[in-house]
T-cell receptor, first 112, second 112 residues
Framework: IAGITQAPTSQILAAGRRMTLRCTQD?????MYWYRQDLGLGLRLIHY???????GKGEVPDGYSVSRANTDDFPLTLASAVPSQTSVYFC???????????FGAGTRLSVL | GQQLNQSPQSMFIQEGEDVSMNCTSS?????WLWYKQDPGEGPVLLIA?????ELTSNGRLTAQFGITRKDSFLNISASIPSDVGIYFC????????????FGKGTRLHILP
């Protein structure tokens, strides 16, 4: 079934540890996005990629990095996790930057 | 930066009631989207609107692209228990070439 796959589904992480959230899409979409969702704050854009080989910063990029080596994969890395990064993380993709975005099921991350 | 003001933040209604929620901005938008997020899942697109004044239905859901291009409305008729969730508006600003921005969501609760 075509769509976006995120892994892991959930993770508990000790503060200071490095963590990579994985995101893969099989729709051949050019653009991909990472959001975090926190109660009362909605979806906030962390980083995005308009096409393979390019990335850009969103609204809340600090403490996160991304790479886009190919069309399908867009991993999000927390180099040294902090408790304020406890959140639900969603990956999304769209055919082009301004088009409808399709979301994965999310990764629930707890940093202790 | 540009913002979408979505209201209400939450709603408590009786099963069978109609629901209305809206999204407004001080800027003009080219596209309006409405998403629903079920508990534990990622947002799923409900309705997409591309033209000022456009009125589109999807089953019991109806959404409108405001004539001023600065607002959009979502109505749900005869609510049922499975309508529970968070509803997000999203839009592509006319002043930008890419990237849709999201409202903070309306959380819908249905009382038995």
């Amino acid at each position: 079934i075509a769509g976006i796959t995120q892994a892991p589904t959930s993770q508990i992480l000790a503060a200071g540890r490095r963590m990579t959230l994985r995101c893969t899409q099989d729709m051949r979409h050019n653009a991909m996005y990472w959001y975090r969702q926190d109660l009362g704050l909605g979806l906030r854009l962390i980083h995005y990629s308009n096409t393979a080989g390019t990335t850009g910063k969103g609204e809340v990029p600090d403490g996160y990095s991304v790479s886009r080596a190919n069309t399908d994969d867009f991993p999000l890395t927390l180099a040294s996790a902090v408790p304020s990064q406890t959140s639900v993380y969603f990956c999304a993709s769209s055919r082009d930057g301004g088009n409808i975005q399709y979301f994965g099921a999310g990764t629930r991350l707890s940093v202790l | 930066g540009q913002q979408l003001n979505q209201s209400p933040q939450s709603m408590f209604i009786q099963e069978g009631e109609d629901v209305s929620m809206n999204c407004t901005s001080s800027s003009i938008f080219n596209t309006w989207l409405w998403y629903k997020q079920d508990p534990g899942e990622g947002p799923v697109l409900l309705i997409a609107l591309y033209k000022a004044g456009e009125l589109t239905s999807n089953g019991r859901l109806t959404a409108q692209f405001g004539i001023t291009r600065k607002d959009s409305f979502l109505n749900i008729s005869a609510s049922i228990p499975s309508d529970v969730g968070i509803y997000f508006c999203a839009g592509q600003p006319a002043s930008r070439d890419d990237k849709i921005i999201f409202g903070k969501g309306t959380r819908l609760h249905i009382l038995p």
